[in-house]
């Protein structure tokens, strides 16, 4: 919440989209007073056996959008995704606003352009973004005030978004019967990921957490909202009582076990782009390169 002139306070108006496929859910953040809005992890879709991206997720935020008469200011992203193609450069050029993700991009473009061999065509300064958020920066949407916190530990860029009593966590924790994000990505870290989710958990508990995946474990429905109050009872990996030790081995011991993301290579090529596909060659074909026995 904000203040309003008087002393009443505005709550941020949160629509939510999911992807059924990539289990991804963007948000649609807006000030109900001014309309001014961010949308927040957007996706770009793309089969993977046709190899054609098309843009019917963006293209329902962009409708939504026009029927409340909104006005986007910001296209946020909590990290480098490695599950979905961003649909960032997409919804700019139909919606306007800035792309901004964490300053610590440039290290996972400095880790992976060495992966992908990408050569000099791409600048690991982070300036295919329009911004570069800092800990602890302020944005201004309206009369909302989102703050910026640096909560890497699955990837050095990770950022979560607080705006009033809403809190977006991108990867970082999940719902309270499915744990938290895996830290065995470059640049992963499970202590830096508890250090960073007991930072998230520190803040009051009637906070409104939205999340950025859930995969609906034991056929529960999928879900995307909680608090931290109930991450701080129930969180099946990192709830009250939960060690920094203990936090970390059983971390690591689960992720030794996990697959690779189905669409991990083709997504953070493009995502450490901002939503860029690799330039054209010379026969005018875009391709996105897939490493063999790198990882």
């Known amino acids: 919440m904000s203040e309003r002139e008087g002393g009443s306070t505005v709550t941020a108006v949160v629509n939510s989209f999911l992807h059924e496929r990539t289990y991804t859910i963007t948000h649609l953040v807006s000030d109900p007073d001014t309309g001014r809005a961010l949308i927040i992890d957007s996706v770009l879709d793309f089969d993977s056996r046709a190899l054609r991206t098309t843009t019917e997720a963006a293209d329902r935020i962009i409708a939504h959008v026009g029927e409340c008469g909104l006005n986007v200011d910001w296209i946020l992203e909590t990290h480098v995704h490695a599950d979905h193609m961003s649909a960032a450069p997409y919804l700019r050029e139909a919606l306007g606003g800035q792309t901004a993700i964490g300053e610590h991009v440039r290290e996972v473009q400095n880790t992976f352009a060495g ?172 391709y996105l390169k897939i490493p063999i026995n790198a990882l």
Request: glycine residues 10%; proline residues 5%; aromatic residues 6%.
């Open 115 to 286: 992966l992908y061999n990408a050569g000099p065509e791409l600048a690991t300064d982070g300036s295919q973004f329009d911004h570069l958020l800092a800990d602890g920066e302020k944005l201004a949407i309206g009369n909302l005030e989102l703050e910026v916190m640096s909560t890497p530990g699955h990837t050095p860029a990770c950022a979560s978004y607080r705006v009033g009593d809403a809190l977006f966590v991108g990867d970082t924790i999940l719902m309270e019967d499915f744990g938290t994000a895996r830290c065995d990505f470059p640049g992963g870290d499970a202590r830096t990921l508890y250090q960073s989710i007991q930072r998230l958990l520190s803040l009051p508990e009637e906070t409104r957490m939205f999340l950025c995946h859930d995969y609906g474990p034991n056929g529960r429905a999928i879900a995307w909202e909680t608090t931290v109050g109930a991450q701080r009872r129930g969180n099946i990996h990192v709830k009250e009582g939960i060690s920094e030790d203990e936090f970390s081995a059983k971390r690591e011991a689960r992720d030794a076990k996990l697959e690779l993301p189905e669409l991990l290579f083709q997504s953070v090529q493009v995502n450490m782009r901002a939503g860029q596909l690799p330039p054209s060659e010379s026969n005018g074909v875009t």
